[in-house]
């Protein structure tokens, strides 16, 4: 947004009213923080993800079958 | 026959049935060693990922560093304390650890500035930063764990019982046990072991023996020894991999200019690499300085058409531009290249949104919650309570911002556009508490701290709104509303 201003060169006529008087008034007011785009997930973020998934998942299994077989 | 369907199996990258293969056949000839090698790459490639883009900094490494410079680096010259010598994109919203919203998650954007211990403690280290405690490689360790545990019968390799100098004196397998130890074990002490005599049988001429060194001493927090060990790799074989690996030096060492430099000698002998353009964008976007940032991710575009990261940069730097419908192309472009995630629906859904293509602002919102996780609920009913807000449902607004606390309860931006909603509603003790609660997880936001300075000058307590607008000024410098107050706050004083 700031470089947009900046970059603008060319310059308006500034018009003036010759009856009636103008007002200039700027209010503050509360702001809202802004939305969010969401980072995208890299190749190498998705696959090291999918490979701590992976791997939980076969730690509980392996956890699960010895508990079996220590019950029996 | 049984080595030739393992080896054929390699090739076609089944990892898994080409270990069970070679597991067999060594039960029956425990000392073949082309089998065994085998076994070991197949394991190797089986957890193999790309160590320089899945790197991370721990907590460890970013708050006891002790090869910073300077505690106060000149403006421009630091990656940590970037400055004000170039004016980022203030509208962009910061993650939880307080850097500005990059296109994609990679590496250096997890890590906090370590600016106060405080601030680095109390970054939370859950998915939304997904950041260890621990020292590097903390999540390779436990990656390489889990594979162990998996492993029936135990290890496949007793580290503890091997040979080294025997191997190392064997070059044809001590590459391949190097890349086991390091990738499948993780157990950088015993790679270390291995590649320091492995390099002094070759009598230091093998470049590729450098680069491992200085991969183990990068890992082992040894960032000068690493510097050395790669520029000496350089200066026998120029190669890709070495340039970056040279550039993550001596961005961890924290002196982006000299990253760049080493960037740009590497784009001397490769000319317009993508990867090392890719890093030169980085350290930019790292610097605050956008334009240039967007100069090299453009180029990158231009080489490689179909470049996620490049693409998401492109696009969030549209967005955050004023520029939404430019940044609709951007993301459709990566929806058309097969992306398919909660991210990329939930930005297409705002771009359609800001873009005023009301139609598939809806559709594209379903699909995201549908395909979000947890990482992502609290974001996307964020961004839903600003739809909300815009066509004037306020109520609706209220609830998905709860909603969006209820997934993350330390999102600062929900808690201070609630305060906002709230003092709508006139109810204005909420609000305070609101934009406290918002101030106080994310003090480097600028928005809470003029909410509640513009709070607390409204009902006359003057010394509060002082302090707090004087906090706001000191995250983003040339805000216009906040520097009116202090004008105003000033004025009071003066009359006093």
Known sequence: MSQLMDNSAEKIDVILPRQILLYQEENLDYILCKPKLIPLKSVTLEKLEKMQKDAELKMREAVEYSNENNNE | ?496
């Open chain 2, 1 to 496: 026959m049984e080595l030739f369907k393992a080896l054929n199996l390699f090739n076609q990258g089944k990892y898994e049935d080409c270990t069970t293969i070679c597991t067999n056949l060594l039960k029956k000839n425990p000392l073949d060693q082309t089998v065994w090698v085998l076994k070991m790459r197949a394991l190797t490639l089986q957890i193999y990922v790309d160590d320089i883009e899945g790197e991370e900094e721990g907590i460890a490494e970013s708050l006891l560093d002790n090869y910073t410079i300077s505690s106060m680096p000149r403006p421009g010259t630091s990656l940590k304390n970037p400055g004000t010598s170039f004016t980022g994109q203030y509208l962009r919203p910061k993650t939880q650890s307080g850097r500005p919203l990059t296109g994609v998650v990679r590496p250096a954007t997890q890590s906090a500035m370590s600016q106060s211990i405080e601030q680095t403690l109390k970054t939370p280290r859950t998915a939304m930063t997904a950041r260890p405690i621990t020292a590097s490689s903390s999540r390779s360790v436990r990656l390489g764990t889990a594979s162990m545990l998996t492993e029936p019968g135990g290890p496949f390799i007793q580290l503890s019982r091997l040979n080294i100098s025997k191997y190392a004196s064997q070059s044809c397998i001590a590459k391949p046990l190097f890349e086991y130890i390091y990738y499948h074990e993780h157990d950088v002490r015993y790679a270390l072991d291995l590649a320091v005599q492995a390099t002094q049988v070759c009598q230091y001429k093998d470049w590729w023996w450098k680069v491992q060194l200085g991969k183990c001493y990068y890992s082992l927090g040894l960032i000068r020894d690493a510097e050395q060990q790669f520029k000496s790799a350089l200066k026998d074989s120029k190669t890709i991999e070495v340039i970056l690996r040279l550039v993550r030096v001596y961005v961890r060492l924290d002196q982006p200019l000299t990253a760049l430099e080493t960037c740009k000698k590497g784009l001397e002998y490769f000319s317009n690499d993508v990867n090392i353009l890719t890093e030169m964008g980085r350290i930019f976007d790292s610097l605050n300085n956008m334009s240039m940032s967007l100069k090299y991710y453009k180029i990158i575009a231009q080489e490689d058409a179909s470049h996620t990261e490049a693409i998401a940069s492109i696009g969030i730097q549209h967005f955050y531009n004023d520029q939404p419908e430019l940044a609709l192309r951007y993301y459709r472009r990566l929806l058309q290249m097969g992306v398919y995630n909660a991210e990329l629906f939930n930005n297409l859904g705002l771009c359609c949104f800001y873009a005023q293509q009301y139609d598939h602002v809806i559709s594209c919102f379903e699909r995201a919650i549908s395909l979000s996780t947890d990482e992502t609920m609290a974001d996307i009913w964020y961004n839903i309570s600003h739809i909300a807000l815009t066509i004037g449902d306020i109520t609706m607004a209220e609830e998905c911002l709860k909603l969006a606390i209820v997934s993350d309860n330390r999102y600062a931006l929900a808690y201070n556009n609630l305060g906002v909603i709230q003092i709508r509603n006139g109810n204005i003790t909420a609000a305070r508490t609101y934009f406290h609660a918002a101030a106080n997880i994310a003090n480097f936001l600028y928005e809470p701290h003029f909410n509640s300075a513009y709070l607390a000058y409204k009902v006359g307590d003057l010394q509060t709104s002082y302090i707090a607008v004087q906090k706001s000024l000191s995250t983003y410098p040339n805000h216009a509303d906040s520097k009116t107050l202090l004008n105003k706050l000033e004025r009071y004083f003066t009359y006093m």
